[in-house]
């Protein structure tokens, strides 16, 4: 299977800082259709995750334009410019490229 | 506005099995697959497998073949998991996702707690 590290595993920062995830697989998650199908999700504390950044740099409807992603092959990143209270949780990257489709560790955004 | 709604904690006993409900509405129930993530603390998110609504079609995770199986109710709108020869190792949240193919995960349920304990 392949497998998705997180770094780092957690992140310390204050409301309006800048911070970036990094996530980085095993294997290349360029199908062979063209497409790279690795998305970001955030788990807000007490609740389900929800879908941040599909196909490494589509912002989901609704999700603010403060959250970018970027990356290709092996190496990914999502980035929040300008933290607000709102975006503390849990980020996980997930690849759908490989099956069985498979979850990053998690990073841990809180409050320095 | 899409929904999916999520049946009750369950506390079973080892050995035991459970079966766990997802009934979706606000869109089209056949027009997406339905997947089932399993959360731990300690093994984090991990995918099941996914039913393809219209046709009653599953892919199973390696890993869950034989742990569980995935069924649908078209006319109720309603995916199940149900999940056998419980362990405590299957104490968990599980969720089930509307996926659009590809790990495309866009609306979660709010998570079923399972608990395996004698």
């Known amino acids: 299977d392949v497998v998705l590290t997180q770094t780092p595993p957690t992140l310390s920062a ?9 996530c980085r697989s095993s294997q290349s998650l360029l199908h062979s259709n063209g497409n790279t ?32 992603g970027s990356g290709s092959g092996t190496d990914f990143t999502l980035k929040i ?17 490989h099956a069985p489709w498979t ?3 998690g990073t841990k955004l809180e409050l320095k | 506005q899409v929904q999916l709604q999520q049946s009750g904690a369950e506390l079973a006993k080892p050995g035991s099995s459970v079966k766990i409900s997802c009934k979706a509405s606000g869109y089209t129930f056949t027009s997406y697959y339905i997947s089932w993530i399993k959360q731990t ?13 219209g046709s009653g079609g599953t892919n199973y995770n390696e890993k ?16 199940f998991m149900q ?15 509307r996926e659009f193919g590809v790990g495309y995960f866009d609306y ?11």
């Open chain 1, 14 to 22: 204050t409301i309006g800082q800048s911070v970036s995830i990094s």
């Open chain 1, 37 to 68: 199908y690795l998305h970001w999700l955030l788990q807000r504390p007490g609740q389900s995750p929800q879908l941040l950044i599909y196909l490494v740099s589509r912002l989901e409807s609704g999700v603010p334009n403060r959250f970018s």
């Open chain 1, 81 to 97: 410019s300008g933290v607000e209270a709102e975006d503390l949780g849990v980020y996980y990257c997930v690849q759908g490229t």
């Open chain 1, 103 to 105: 979850f990053g560790g």
């Open chain 2, 41 to 53: 603390t300690g093994q984090g998110l991990e995918y099941i497998g996914y039913i393809n609504t």
């Open chain 2, 64 to 79: 869950f073949k034989g742990k569980a199986t995935l069924t649908v109710d078209k006319s109720s709108s309603t995916a």
């Open chain 2, 83 to 97: 999940l056998s020869s419980l362990t405590p190792d299957d104490s968990a949240v599980y969720y089930c996702v």
């Open chain 2, 108 to 118: 979660w349920g709010q998570g079923v707690m399972v608990t395996v304990s004698s």
